[in-house]
């Protein structure tokens, strides 16, 4: 295995992040998951993440990926800096289903802008719902600039979780900031293996 890169899955609370890692990690995921506390919580579910998801999976024989979810909850916030530390990119998940949570993920993607400059692709979650919202409709209402990939997402499908994380893949390569993700590979490999840029 030659590079291991970070990848960070964040978005708001119930997005789909722990499901999204699930899906598509090779190893039993490790999570953090506790019995939801406030009645509003409880309403939409029963865990929530309180410190994180962490999984991993390759992707060529040279490339594997690290993958960590943060907990969706502002409260638990104090965590995002400590998970966003030499990521790679990251994936914004959105509750297509839920726009009563669109200010809370704006908040968030203004927050990850000043925490780390790597770039970002948002996933429209939880497409298989009748009452979600196409990714042109979420874009619009979240007013996400028209060069940052919005993708469909089904986070229960690892298929659909598969071409998300290839799409972020192809838009740090597109990004030129190859600097910044360059900086962030961990080489596990000899030398020898080291790339030449
Ligand atoms: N229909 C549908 N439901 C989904 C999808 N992804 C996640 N869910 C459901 O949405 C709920 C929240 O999923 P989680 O993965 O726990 O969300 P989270 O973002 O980790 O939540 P927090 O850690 O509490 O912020 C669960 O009931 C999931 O089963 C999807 O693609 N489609
Ligand atoms: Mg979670």
Same mark, same amino acid.
């Given at each position: 295995m030659k590079h291991m890169l970070k990848i960070v899955v964040t978005g708001s609370f119930a997005a789909g992040k722990t499901q999204f890692i699930r899906s598509i990690s090779d190893i039993d995921v490790v999570d953090t998951d506790f019995k939801t506390t406030t009645n509003e919580e409880r309403g939409l579910k029963s865990e929530t993440t309180v410190a994180l998801d962490f999984g991993t999976i390759v992707i060529t024989p040279s490339l594997k990926l690290y993958l960590f979810g943060t907990p969706g909850q502002v409260r638990f916030d104090y965590m995002w800096e400590e998970l966003a530390t030499g990521c790679i990119g990251y994936v914004v998940l959105v509750d297509s289903c839920r726009p009563a949570y669109f200010a809370e993920t704006q908040h968030l993607m203004h927050r990850f802008t000043?925490?780390?400059?790597?770039?970002?692709?948002?996933?429209?979650?939880?497409?298989?719902?009748?009452?979600? $919202?196409?990714?042109?409709?979420?874009?619009?209402?979240?007013?996400?600039? *028209? @060069?940052?990939? !919005?993708?469909?997402?089904?986070? /229960?499908?690892?298929?659909?979780?598969?071409?998300?994380?290839?799409? $972020?893949?192809?838009?740090?390569?597109?990004?030129?900031?190859?600097?910044? *993700? @360059?900086?962030? !590979?961990?080489?596990?490999?000899? /030398?020898?293996?080291?790339?030449?840029?």
């Amino acid at each position: 295995m030659k590079h291991m890169l970070k990848i960070v899955v964040t978005g708001s609370f119930a997005a789909g992040k722990t499901q999204f890692i699930r899906s598509i990690s090779d190893i039993d995921v490790v999570d953090t998951d506790f019995k939801t506390t406030t009645n509003e919580e409880r309403g939409l579910k029963s865990e929530t993440t309180v410190a994180l998801d962490f999984g991993t999976i390759v992707i060529t024989p040279s490339l594997k990926l690290y993958l960590f979810g943060t907990p969706g909850q502002v409260r638990f916030d104090y965590m995002w800096e400590e998970l966003a530390t030499g990521c790679i990119g990251y994936v914004v998940l959105v509750d297509s289903c839920r726009p009563a949570y669109f200010a809370e993920t704006q908040h968030l993607m203004h927050r990850f802008t000043e925490i780390t400059p790597a770039p970002f692709v948002v996933a429209a979650n939880k497409q298989d719902d009748p009452a979600a $919202l196409p990714p042109m409709y979420v874009r619009r209402r979240l007013g996400i600039p *028209a @060069e940052i990939p !919005v993708l469909p997402c089904v986070a /229960s499908e690892r298929s659909s979780v598969k071409l998300v994380l290839i799409s $972020l893949l192809k838009h740090i390569t597109s990004y030129g900031a190859t600097s910044d *993700a @360059e900086d962030n !590979v961990v080489d596990d490999a000899p /030398s020898s293996h080291a790339s030449s840029a």
